[in-house]
């Protein structure tokens, strides 16, 4: 009996090895996400420092009307270099932040992108993709284009 408590122990163990690598090497597909968002307006903004020694930070803003009944769970943001967590906040200016979950079909909000540096980029983005929103309903994700308008620089005293 302690053989074949042994010898199922073992098939189970490998059974559940088997499929957790299976899992792991699942690819993730994006899909268009044109019929949930339309982009309003997209700005990129840069902040030189007054001294030399300063490092040059760069600014989004992304205004979006959501068009979809189906609730996001979270928004990035691919810019030319890196990958950025997202805020959404409301887009009265107030800049009250709202859960992406908490977003109601054919309302306006900003998503402002941080760069917080410790969200990895997702093996599923290819390293072409640029300037690009994603997010996430459920397990699927989505990606819309976005087209940046550069505001005028701002000089850091």
């Known amino acids: 009996m302690t053989k074949t408590f042994v010898a199922l122990a073992i098939v189970l163990a490998g059974a559940l090895l088997t499929t957790a690598c299976a899992q792991s ?11 949930h968002v339309r982009i309003v307006r997209a700005t990129q903004e840069r902040i030189l420092p007054g001294r030399e020694e300063g490092e040059v930070i760069t600014n989004y803003r992304i205004r979006l009307q959501w068009r979809s009944s189906s609730k996001p769970a979270a928004f990035f ?18 800049e009250t932040e709202v859960a992406p979950e908490a977003i109601k079909k054919s309302q306006t909000v ?6 917080d540096g410790r969200t990895p ?3 599923f983005v290819k390293p072409t993709d640029k300037n690009k929103l994603y997010f996430q309903i459920g397990s699927t994700w989505y990606s819309v284009p ?6 005028k620089d701002i000089i850091a005293p």
């Open 146 to 151: 976005v087209t940046l308008t550069k505001n």
């Open 110 to 115: 900003d998503v402002v992108p941080v760069r």
């Open 25 to 35: 090497k699942r690819t993730t597909t994006v899909r268009s996400g044109a019929a």
């Open 77 to 94: 943001f691919r810019p030319q270099d890196g990958w950025m967590q997202c805020l959404v906040v409301k887009a009265d200016g107030s």
């Open 121 to 123: 980029i997702p093996a």
